[in-house]
């Protein structure tokens, strides 16, 4: 798992956390709960089954591709909901045509297409770029 340096706010101590970690993560200091800053996870066909199917909370898997324009038009979104949803879903971005078995295995026809997993099956799927309330709504449901 990625780690991360995060400065602890209330006593300045330096921690070591794992991002996109399934628990609040507290300085060892001071105990306080530390703010990380988690950008979504890139997700191959290579680590699908570990980041996905393993995820002990709900997923939110962003199919984009880099020639798609409404894609880059969500991509500040998705950034903002992994932030905010740290440790209570986990956010990742799969890059179409990079990663075309995932891709293909989901039916994936146009993008994004945003899927949301839990437990490791498909839950619910957002098709086209949709406003974050709309898609924290979504969201919602699994948390
Ligand atoms: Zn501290």
Redesign the pocket.
């Known amino acids: 798992m990625e780690k991360q340096i995060v400065t602890?706010?209330?006593?300045?101590?330096k921690?070591r956390v794992a991002l996109n970690s399934e628990k609040q993560a507290i300085?060892?200091?001071?105990?306080?709960p530390?703010i990380v800053s988690v950008s979504p996870i890139m997700i191959t066909d290579g680590n699908f089954a570990a980041e996905i199917e393993n995820s002990k909370i709900p997923v939110l898997l962003d199919f984009w591709a880099t020639w798609c324009p409404p894609c880059k038009m969500i991509a500040p979104t998705i950034d903002a909901l992994a932030k905010e949803l740290a440790g209570k879903v986990k956010i990742g971005k799969l890059d179409v045509d990079k990663n075309p078995r995932t891709a293909s295995k989901f039916r994936v026809q146009s993008i994004p297409t945003l899927i949301i997993f839990k437990n490791g099956e498909e839950v619910d799927r957002i098709v086209g770029a949709q406003s974050k309330a709309a898609m924290m709504q979504r969201l919602q449901a699994f948390m």
């Open positions: 602890c706010q209330n006593c300045g101590a921690n300085c060892g200091k001071c105990k306080s530390l």
